[in-house]
């Protein structure tokens, strides 16, 4: 017990003083590392947060994100949590599926086109979206390494037709950042927690913690508990070091970024524009782009 105590203590230590300026090459222009959450509605966003906080505070369990069981969305607003001087989570609306008209919002958050702490609105207006990129370019932000992480819950399997969406998304992700997103499956205790982690490491992504979730009703701390939040912490910085040991053009990365972006939505109001097309004129042999 007391070697455990030991080692939760120097990783929350680790964690809380972990500078990017300590990195092999400095900063390289960058000053905070945000983490931002994403996934399907109700899988576990909001209680993630509040475990981070519970777990790295080490006080009272607090409720900092609303969190609650619900058949719609709860969270709406993207709102920023500093974890630490550094690191700051990001709550997220929900997703219900993978498709175009709501990632392309969350890649737009993930290459920090999209200023914090505002109502996520899912929109497949392709001249709104322009707008919402050109105003970026008012106050451009170069100084955030986002990593993206997918909270996933394991009481409901993935289905054969969602995993080509997600793979696709988990590889944009990457495409948008830099990062292969962290996979966090919540309920571990709920569902098949292997065969999950399984299924996500055979679309490429490289770091799967499983965790249960602190929650309102349950909050009692245990060591499983506070060691999976703290992997998961741990985990992530493992990760921006990696990356720090290599030259950054925070610039560059932004207009190749953009430019994936602009692709995208370009490409998605066209496939609209044909599907409608499709309906009115009830031509069945367009082709898809
Ligand atoms: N047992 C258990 N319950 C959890 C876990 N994670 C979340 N919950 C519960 O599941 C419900 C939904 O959790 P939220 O954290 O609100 O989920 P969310 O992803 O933020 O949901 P939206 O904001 O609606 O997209 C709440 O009642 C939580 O208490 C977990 O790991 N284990
Ligand atoms: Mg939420």
């Known amino acids: 017990m007391e070697g455990y105590q030991r080692t939760v203590d120097y990783v929350r230590d680790h964690i809380q003083h972990f500078s990017l300026d300590n990195c092999a090459l400095g900063s390289q222009g960058y000053n905070r590392v945000l983490l931002q959450l994403f996934g399907f509605m109700g899988h576990g966003k909001s209680s993630l947060i509040n475990s981070c906080k519970y777990v790295l505070d080490d006080g009272e369990y607090y409720i900092h994100a609303n969190a609650l069981a619900s058949h719609t969305s709860v969270t709406f607003n993207r709102t920023a949590y500093p ?77 054969e037709g969602e995993k080509k969406d997600t793979k696709e998304f988990i590889d944009n992700c990457r495409k948008m950042t830099g990062f292969y997103p962290i996979v966090v499956l919540t309920h571990k205790t709920s569902g098949d927690f292997i065969q999950a982690e399984k299924e996500f490491l055979l679309m490429g992504v490289e770091k799967v913690i499983k965790i249960e979730n602190y929650t309102k009703e349950d909050h009692g701390r245990t060591q ?14 493992e990760d921006v ?49």
């Open 83 to 159: 974890l630490t001087d550094t690191i700051t989570i990001v709550d997220n609306r929900g997703c219900s599926t993978f498709n175009a008209y709501e990632t392309g919002e969350i890649y737009a958050q993930l290459g920090n086109f999209i200023p914090l702490n505002q109502r996520v609105e899912w929109t497949n207006n392709y001249e709104d979206m322009i707008y919402k990129l050109e105003d970026s370019e008012m106050d451009p932000n170069f100084t955030d390494i986002t990593i993206p992480v997918f909270v996933y819950s394991v009481k409901k399997g993935l289905a």
């Open 224 to 237: 499983g508990r506070h060691k999976e939040i703290l992997h998961f912490l741990y985990s992530v910085l």
């Open 241 to 289: 070091n990696f990356q720090m040991k290599y030259k950054k053009i925070p610039k560059r990365e932004r207009v190749e970024r953009k430019k994936f972006l602009l692709k995208f939505l370009h490409q998605r109001e066209v496939n609209q524009k044909l599907e409608q097309m499709r309906r009115n004129a009830k031509i069945q042999q367009l082709p898809t782009l």
